[in-house]
């Protein structure tokens, strides 16, 4: 059946429910049953009364550049390039490689890590400050070695110490001046009508179990100025990140997104029933995650968080780049009881049962995918694909690599 003669039988059948008597829909004072199915029919043009969005843009909330510590031991692509690729110019790759997408994108998160944000610049420039340190100067001889067979190890390494409580290269000054060189640069690229470049960056809950979140400003540099990113090193905790966001929200007027991301390596801690600290949830907590956390990343390179087959068992598809064989570091094996709280399907399910017990549902969300790429280029089609991190960049042995 055609559009036209399918909107033709639609609006006919109304009419004649409407004008064979039908009962009065609704106490419309002073109008005639024919006022009112005139009025509440079904008009044939698909376009009368529609007031919603109906355009789609596409983009990116989730690339790191050469700012993040763990790009930057191997990318040195910064986030001017990283812009300037996603709307569509060409630029170089830390290979060498020239890199272009098909078509520009729309929006763009450069999402770097808040821990140590802006230090691998400052490391591989030899700054005074950070060479004033003992840990700076280790990194600094080892990611300046020339020997770039020998570079893997040093980038495990650096990852590896920001595991701790505190910050392993700890300078308040060099955050700020990284932070708002970046919102600089944000504003000089958003170009309304063409370009939406949004200012956030990862809260990266370190740790085995994945509870990371990219956090996003409604607004432009006058706005994320007034603070600095919340790292891990603030708290692991997600819940205080939450309210961070609200005490800055309520302090400045601003509008604030949290989106988790790979609830498949969180081994079920991303959608629980629980709090941080393992006691039930609150109705304080519970909205405050629904206040902030309206969306969630579904999928990334990291694998498929929609759902899994032990869930979804006749769906075809939920078997579709699944990740999950541990946690995030691969220091706890997968459980099947863990899954029911990794996976978005079943969180919606969860949200329900909570909204029933505390009045809330902190799982009412949206879902959209992004890249998590670390190579500064917002590029994941097939054709187009330049890895995850810049030392998988295409290359005829990189078929050979596990991590891609």
């Given at each position: ?97 020239r890199a272009k997408l098909a078509r520009p994108l729309d929006f763009l998160v450069i999402a770097d890590h808040a821990e140590m944000y802006g230090l691998m610049p400052q490391l591989l420039s030899g700054d005074p400050e950070v060479l004033a340190t003992d840990t700076g100067r280790k990194w600094h001889a080892a990611l300046t070695s020339g020997n770039t067979d020998s570079i893997f190890a040093p980038a495990m390494e650096i990852v590896a110490s920001l595991s701790g409580d505190v910050a392993p290269i700890k300078n308040d000054k060099a955050v700020r001046n990284a932070w708002q060189a970046y919102t600089a640069l944000a504003d000089k690229y958003n170009e309304p009508g063409r370009f939406t470049a949004l200012i956030g960056f ?203």
């Amino acid at each position: 059946m055609n559009k036209t003669l399918r909107s033709i039988i639609v609006f006919a059948g109304c009419a004649c429910a409407a004008g064979a008597g039908a009962a009065d829909p609704g106490n419309h004072e002073g109008a005639t049953k024919s006022d009112v199915a005139r009025v509440t029919a079904p008009q044939f043009s698909p376009y009368a009364g529609r007031n919603y969005p109906t355009r789609v843009f596409w983009g990116d909330t989730h690339l790191h550049t050469s700012i993040s510590v763990d790009a930057g031991t191997m990318n040195r692509v910064g986030q001017e390039d990283a812009f300037r690729f996603a709307r569509g110019e060409e630029v170089t790759s830390t290979g060498g490689l020239r890199a272009k997408l098909a078509r520009p994108l729309d929006f763009l998160v450069i999402a770097d890590h808040a821990e140590m944000y802006g230090l691998m610049p400052q490391l591989l420039s030899g700054d005074p400050e950070v060479l004033a340190t003992d840990t700076g100067r280790k990194w600094h001889a080892a990611l300046t070695s020339g020997n770039t067979d020998s570079i893997f190890a040093p980038a495990m390494e650096i990852v590896a110490s920001l595991s701790g409580d505190v910050a392993p290269i700890k300078n308040d000054k060099a955050v700020r001046n990284a932070w708002q060189a970046y919102t600089a640069l944000a504003d000089k690229y958003n170009e309304p009508g063409r370009f939406t470049a949004l200012i956030g960056f990862e809260w990266t809950a370190i740790g085995g179990d994945n509870l990371h979140r990219n956090v996003v400003f409604r607004g432009n540099s006058s706005i994320a100025n007034r603070t600095v990113p919340y790292s891990q090193f603030d708290s692991q905790n997600p819940e205080d990140l939450w309210r961070y966001l609200a005490d800055f929200e309520q302090r400045n007027g601003a509008e604030m997104l949290a989106i988790p991301h790979n609830g498949n390596l969180s081994n079920g801690r991303m959608f629980t029933v629980e709090t941080f600290d393992g006691k039930p949830l609150t109705k304080d907590l519970a909205t405050l995650r629904a206040r902030f956390e309206r969306v969630i990343e579904a999928t990334q390179i990291k694998g498929d968080s929609e759902s899994h087959p032990y869930l979804s068992p006749s769906d075809e598809f939920a078997d579709y780049e699944k990740w999950d064989r541990s946690n995030l570091n691969g220091t706890e094996a997968k459980k099947p009881e863990m899954l029911q709280f990794e996976y978005a399907r079943e969180a919606l399910k969860t949200g329900l049962a909570l909204e029933r017990s505390l009045g809330v549902n902190p799982y009412k969300f949206g879902m959209l995918g992004s890249t998590d790429s670390h190579t500064s280029l917002a590029a994941v089609e097939e054709e187009n694909f330049f890895g995850k991190h810049s030392g998988v960049e295409p290359g005829p042995h990189r078929w050979e690599h596990v991590v891609i």
